[in-house]
Every structure is written in C-alpha cells, then in structure tokens.
C-alpha cells in the first residue's frame, strides 16, 4: 500500500511539517503533537492539487554531493560578498540569461533556489517556454563563466538526479 493510499498525498511533506511545528511549538507536549499530526494530514491533503507531479528521482545519492556543493558555494560566496563589499572597487552587477536543459519545472525550481540562496546571485524570472532562467549576479566579470559554472556545479547533478 502507497503513502498516497494511505491518506498522506506528500508523506515527506507531512513528515516536514510535523517536525517544523514541534521545533515552533513550547516544547514537546501531548497538545503539540496532535497539532503536528492534524498539520501533517490536513495541509497536505488541501494542497495536493497545486503540486506538479514529481519527477523520479533516479540517483538519490547524487543530492547528498549536491548538499555538499550548495553549502560549500554558499559560505565561499559568503566570504566573497563580504569582501566585495568592504572593498573600495564597484561590483560589475549583471543580468544573464541562462539557457536550461532541465525540463521539469521542480528541478528549474530547485535550481533557481539554489541560484537564489547563494550569496551574490538572485534568479529573477523563468522564461514563459522555460527555456531561459534570467539570473541577476551582484559582480560578474565572464557571463559565460557564470553560465558554464552553474551548469557544472547546480544543473548537472540536478540533471543526473532527475533525468
């Protein structure tokens, strides 16, 4: 029997607010976890509709080596918007346009999120054909650098995950 037969549309989704809510809630208590377990089952099941279907996931083990890169670029870029900012020189801001490959629209979100949280850079709008990601970079010197490394870094894997 499936997680969907079951009454849980999204089970990782009812596992993540269950385990949100007790973070939010005072303390660990008989009230709170039966809030959490309401959540868990109710948001859910209110909003499975508005999900796009999920792609299969071919290569779990890649998000783990994904993880490790998304926190590693996040605390180099950390550093670098730091430094960029006490300097004296101007930052070269840019829009880029970023050619996709990824066709499913949770994996372009998952790379514009990443694109997002990473210091420096903000994905700005997807192209009505989702063909095209324009990101916005707070200092860039090569456009097609920019492209090639979130290519290499963020969309490969995610393509190797997903596709």
Known sequence: MTAERLGFPQPWLSVALFVVWQFLADGVSGASVVMGIILAVIIPQI????????????????????????IYDIIV???TVAILILNPRRP???????????????????LASTISLTPGTVSADVSDDGELLLIHALD????????????????????????
């Open 47 to 70: 909003t499975h509709r508005f999900w796009p279907d999920s792609p299969r996931m071919r290569k779990p083990w890649v998000m783990i080596r994904y993880l490790v890169v998304v």
């Open 77 to 79: 870029a950390s550093i």
């Open 92 to 110: 070269r801001p840019a829009f880029v346009s970023y050619p996709l490959t990824l066709d499913h629209p949770l994996a372009i979100t998952m």
């Open 140 to 163: 860039v010197d090569d456009n097609e650098e920019l492209i090639r490394a979130i290519h290499q870094r963020y969309e490969k894997p995610l393509m190797e995950m997903f596709q």
